[in-house]
């Protein structure tokens, strides 16, 4: 044992069993402890033994009840050497002097190192810490004694520090006041060590570093801002030279205008910044308990130019909360507690170029009660200054990602059209599916399920299936641009339509019951579009053009233990996909280009025409001014060593 305290355990019945504990002396010609007998106490010198009874356990404890403090000059009842106990202990279970067990223990003490005596009053000079440390040791809090886990303290004796070795204090407070600094040979302590370091390393002493210390103030570097940090201004509003799309919208204390919205997991963000011409739609789930207010809409807007403008803002009342309420407990009126809240706001910033000129917003209010699920509507859509009365002429020249495809019925009085998938809900039934547009940019695939009977005429069934399909397309004309206008013809490309193959005049598969071929069940939608250009750094997508086609299938009426006049069901599909291709053809490859491939990078593991591809600044392998350095001094050597061959140099030499 090496503390003043130690237990152990006596496993049976305790009862008429008599513990004690002797003083086991060292035989110094065999080196062995003398047999002990059971006629010891629970005292034996400084020690006490203590046993506390159980059921089937007992609990000893030998506790050692002399100082361990480490002597002062002219003190008593103290240690005179660190080590201070080295004796050997025999602990005996008796029972009617017959010895039932046995426990040796060697005890070996050193004394404690907490300093008790007076503190000395003299004044301690502290070296500039610019040239030496504070302290080589700073662990070292105790005069005159040896600090425990402190191996830089001069007065732990070899032996002392067997006890602590490998456990040490690290860093500055375990003596590491000079480390090792960056540029020498053996330092580890570059994370990114270059290929170079081993022939540009110093051999140094540590005596000899460059290093000041860390309690140095020297000159110091401001950090840079994280790039998702808002940089502060000094006037808020005067940094502004505009919006541009995607950038957040900013308030006049120059934070983040925040309107609920869905994040990439589908849960409700309510401190989302509201992006320059992005539109979105959103619906949150909430309750009484949750319910939280947003943004009050008394904050003014940046409107970009450096000043600022006002919310309009108009307050109205929900009679029919049928809508809203998705869930409500049944509880009792009594019990009840309502609230006013919001359950809709609707905001729309009329934009002109780069900056916001107006806001409105619409804020449906309503009462909410505890126990109910309320389903929140948050929408944010940008108009153009140029819109009248309620159609948008859309201000961008190309398309967005992410916004509705424009479409038109130019046979129609209403030239007005639409292009849609579906948006199923509930048993996913193509009677009750709802409709969303086609978003640009974004492929999609949706469906819905037909009812079908066993007596179902196919070709009924043909005529229906197309019905639904064509439902999704109530247009003749794609708009190529987001402001294509309806009265210019240019503006629009025609859908291309593949109808599908009819087979209704097949006489094999006319007759049999429940089967029916070629039913044009998948709507497929493919627009081709490019890149025709960019407005102010962001690139603008033209659609190009249009195909809509349809793939068959066999339908066939599903039975189960028997077939009866049931109801079977048919699943119908529409997807869209976006093609992207070059705004202009590429140009052919000549005819030396096809024959003679050694010249081609793309088929050869040797490119000669980009031999000196790292000078250039499509090399993005490396900074630009690096390659160029190493390129210079490449032609440097090159041309050193073609003059250095000249005949008229060798005079010289």
């Not at 110091?220 to 940094?239: D, M």
């Not at 209403?414 to 849609?420: A, E």
């Not at 069901?569 to 705004?583: E, G, M, R």
Request: glycine share 6%; net charge negative.
């Amino acid at each position: 044992m090496s503390g003043p305290r130690v237990n152990s355990f006596f496993l049976g019945n305790s009862s008429g069993v008599n513990f004690s504990i002797i003083l086991s002396p060292i035989d110094e010609e065999t080196g062995k402890s003398q047999l002990a007998n059971c006629s010891g106490s629970k005292r034996a010198g400084d020690w006490n033994l203590n046993v506390t009874p159980g059921m089937n356990t007992s609990k000893v404890t030998i506790s050692l009840t002399r100082n361990l403090q480490l002597c002062l000059p002219n003190a008593t009842d103290c240690c005179t050497t660190p080590l201070c106990v080295v004796e050997t202990l025999q602990v005996l279970a008796c029972h009617d002097s017959v010895m039932l067990a046995h426990l040796l223990i060697q005890a070996e003490i050193y004394a404690n190192s907490s300093f008790t005596g007076n503190v000395s009053e003299n004044a301690t000079i502290i070296p500039n810490q610019v040239f030496q440390p504070l302290g080589s040791c700073p662990c070292d809090l105790t005069a005159g004694a040896c600090d425990v886990r402190c191996c830089c303290d001069l007065e732990c004796t070899p032996d002392l520090k067997q006890l602590f070795n490998e456990s040490c204090f690290t860093g500055v407070f375990g003596g590491d006041v000079n480390p090792p600094f960056d540029q020498l040979c053996s330092s580890q302590s570059m994370e990114y060590t270059p290929d170079w370091f081993p022939f540009l390393c110093v051999q140094s002493p540590l005596n000899n570093t460059p290093f000041l210390g860390y309690f140095y103030h020297g000159s110091t570097s401001t950090p840079r801002v994280p790039l998702f940090k808002i940089p502060l201004q000094t006037s808020p509003g005067k940094l502004f030279t505009g919006y541009r799309q995607g950038d957040p919208i900013m308030t006049e204390e120059n934070e983040y205008f925040t309107v609920p919205q869905q994040s990439m997991a589908g849960q409700c963000v309510g401190n989302a910044p509201v992006a320059y011409l992005q539109n979105f739609d959103v619906k949150c789930l909430t309750n009484l308990a949750s319910y939280k207010e947003g943004l009050p809409h008394d904050v003014r807007i940046n409107s970009g130019a450096g000043d600022f403008i006002q919310q309009n803002v108009i307050y109205r009342t929900i009679t029919d909360t049928g809508k809203f309420i998705t869930e409500s407990e049944s509880l009792h009126t009594a019990e009840v507690l309502c609230q006013n809240v919001t359950f809709a706001e609707h905001y729309t910033f009329i934009w002109k170029d780069k900056n916001i000129e107006q806001i409105n917003v619409t804020v449906f209010l309503g009462s909410l009660c505890d126990g109910e699920i309320l389903t929140q509507r948050f929408t944010v859509k940008f108009l153009s200054l140029k819109s009248t009365n309620a159609t948008e002429l859309f201000g961008n020249p190309g398309y967005q990602v992410g916004k509705p495809v424009r479409a038109a019925n130019m046979n129609a009085s209403d030239p007005f059209g639409s292009l849609n998938i579906w948006q199923t809900a509930g048993r996913g039934l193509c009677t009750s599916a709802a409709y969303t547009p086609v978003l640009f940019g974004l492929d999609s695939l949706s469906g819905c399920i037909l009812e079908v009977g066993i007596n179902e005429d196919c070709g009924l069934l043909r005529g229906k299936v197309t019905e639904k399909l064509n439902s999704l397309i109530q247009a003749t004309h794609i708009g190529k641009r987001d402001n294509s206008s309806y009265s210019d013809l240019n503006d629009w490309v025609e859908i291309i339509r593949l109808d599908p193959f009819n087979s209704a005049t097949n006489v094999s598969s006319r007759n049999l019951q429940g089967i029916c071929l070629d039913i044009p069940a998948n709507l497929n939608i493919r627009i081709i579009f490019a890149d025709v250009g960019a407005v102010q750094g962001i690139p603008q997508q033209e659609i190009l053009a249009v195909q809509i086609s349809y793939s068959t299938v066999i339908w066939q009426f599903q039975c189960g233990l028997i077939c009866e006049n049931s109801i079977s069901f048919l699943p119908i599909t529409a997807s869209v996909q976006f093609i992207k291709v070059p705004a202009q053809p590429p140009i052919p490859m000549t005819r030396f280009q096809i024959n003679y491939t050694e010249f081609d990078c793309n088929r050869n593991d040797v490119c000669w025409p980009q031999l000196l591809y790292p000078l250039t600044r499509f090399y993005t392998g490396e900074p630009y001014s690096q390659c160029l350095a190493k390129g210079l001094s490449l032609a440097f050597l090159v041309l050193l060593a073609a003059i250095m061959s000249n005949p008229c140099f060798s005079k010289f030499w």
